[in-house]
């Protein structure tokens, strides 16, 4: 895929979708670093659910390590994995408090550093709540990197560095959240809607389906 094709597709997604931003519901960073450490194989949907009702009765730091390790277990236990969540949760908010004053750091190296920030966690921290413009790189912009040859990668690692050198800077902040849409909405792993795709004619994928 060449460099107009690559303009084009995001030219494309910004005049459909000027201000992307994540589905998750969130007030403030740390809000938002919780419901993403939820969110690992969980729909944003689910994590939305039990955050709502977390967040009314803690939605700091410190108010989470005052409701304890099983009052929490309740508030999530709808979610995949909630007893490792839960558990790196707890032990993140206490560093939080120790090491940061209660704020959510900016550095990646620091972010990562928090039991349950992992590189994707850090990067949609660092992308939403700070505006870097970072590409968080999940199975949906996995696959769609892959699929339409926009950034084609064996690994989650290489299709990042992929789309930081191919996507042009001005489209780089929101990159993540249109291609993450796409794929949540459009390009789906089971059967694509390529009848009802933006991008149809941009990409460069073999087996188009058909409506």
Request: proline letters at 5%.
């Amino acid at each position: 895929m060449n460099a107009a094709k690559r303009r084009e597709i995001f030219e494309r997604f910004k005049a459909v979708n000027p201000a992307p931003t994540t589905e998750l519901v969130y007030r403030d960073p740390f809000q938002l670093l919780i419901a993403v450490i939820l969110s690992a194989q969980a729909t944003d949907i689910s994590v939305n659910k039990a955050t709502s009702r977390l967040f009314a009765v803690a939605g700091t730091p410190q108010a989470i390590l005052d409701l304890g390790l099983g009052k929490l277990k309740t508030h999530i236990k709808t979610i995949g994995l909630f007893n490792t969540k839960a558990a790196n949760i707890m032990r993140t908010c206490a560093i939080l408090i120790q090491e940061h004053d209660g704020e959510v750091p900016t550095s990646r190296e620091a972010l990562e550093a928090l039991p349950g920030v992992g590189r994707k966690t850090a990067n949609v921290i660092l992308n939403t709540a700070f505006g870097e413009p970072t590409i968080a790189v999940d199975t949906h912009i996995f696959r769609v990197s892959n699929r339409t040859r926009l950034a084609p990668g064996k690994t989650v690692l290489a299709v990042e560095r992929k789309l930081l050198k191919l996507v042009p800077v001005e489209f780089r902040h929101d990159a993540h959240h249109w291609l993450i849409l796409h794929g949540r909405y459009t390009c789906t792993a089971r059967r694509p809607k390529c009848h009802e795709c933006v991008i149809f004619d941009l990409c460069e994928y073999k087996d188009k389906v058909k409506a």
